[in-house]
């Protein structure tokens, strides 16, 4: 029985001081993920995906890019 109790107990102090680590850990990724993820696109990268992805046209490019002041 009492080889019992000291593994349960032991366990029990792996999960007391393993929760509050990986919970940390978790809060500290998610705030620091957001400044590191990719930079904000500014509507002429958008513009020249479409026209990459052939959403729009050589003249609908233009026109838009000139209405960008690109």
Do not use: C, N
Request: no cysteine.
């Amino acid at each position: 029985m009492y080889g019992f109790e000291h593994f349960g107990a032991g366990w029990g102090m792996i999960l007391v001081w393993l929760v509050p680590i990986l919970l940390v850990a978790l809060v500290v990724r998610y705030v620091l993920g957001d400044r590191e993820g990719k930079a904000e696109q500014t509507p002429l990268d958008i513009l020249k995906s479409r026209y990459a992805r052939g959403e729009i046209d050589q003249e609908e490019f233009q026109r838009k890019k000139q209405e960008l002041g690109g």
